[in-house]
T-cell receptor, first 113, second 108 residues
């Protein structure tokens, strides 16, 4: 079955450490996205990528970095510069040609202590 | 920038009741999405609408493009429908704009 795999589901890190969240899709989707969800708020866009080796900042990119070396992979690094990294992180992908189809991963809950 | 507003924020109902969740958006969009998020956090796409009405089982989604408004209806609600329902607008390559979600609890 095609889909998006995010790992791990839960992640704990000490303050000041960088951490990388994995997102892999086997749907052959062109675009991939990272969103952040905080309690009581809608999902907010961190970064997105439409093609390999290219990515764009979303609304809340500060303190995050991404790479897109392969079409199927879009890892997100939460750096020590992110002031409040504890959140739920969701990866998604879409078909650029239709602009309509989105598939979501199951998310990673990051807790920084 | 597109704004997406959902109402109500929280909704508790009895099993069997007809449920309506509303969504309004501020600018024209190519598609309106309804999503379901369960306590574990993963999100499932329920509907994607650009016009009219769609039905899947007990779920019905409608959209009025002129009024920039969409509704999600659940008929014969069941406790397993308890979840957060999220509407999102957009569909361009730069991603979606999400509402804050409606937390639905269906009591037996």
């Amino acid at each position: 079955d095609g889909g998006i795999t995010q790992s791990p589901k839960y992640l704990f890190r000490k303050e000041g450490q960088n951490v990388t969240l994995s997102c892999e899709q086997n749907l052959n989707h062109d675009a991939m996205y990272w969103y952040r969800q905080d309690p009581g708020q809608g999902l907010r866009l961190i970064y997105y990528s439409q093609i390999v080796n290219d990515f764009q900042k979303g609304d809340i990119a500060e303190g995050y970095s991404v790479s897109r070396e392969k079409k199927e992979s879009f890892p997100l690094t939460v750096t020590s510069a992110q002031k409040n990294p504890t959140a739920f992180y969701l990866c998604a992908s879409s078909i650029l040609s239709t602009r309509y189809g989105y598939t979501f991963g199951s998310g990673t809950r990051l807790t920084v202590v | 920038k597109n704004e997406v507003e959902q109402s109500p924020q929280n909704l508790t109902a009895q099993e069997g009741e007809f449920i309506t969740i509303n969504c309004s958006y501020s600018v024209g969009i190519s598609a309106l999405h309804w999503l379901q998020q369960h306590p574990g956090g993963g999100i499932v796409s329920l509907f994607m609408l650009s016009s009219g009405k769609k039905k899947h089982g007990r779920l019905i989604a409608t959209i009025n493009i002129q009024e920039k408004h969409s509704s999600l209806h659940i008929t014969a609600s069941h406790p397993r429908d308890s979840a957060v329902y999220i509407c999102a607008g957009g569909g361009g390559a730069d991603g979606l704009t999400f509402g804050k979600g409606t937390h639905l609890i269906i009591q037996p």
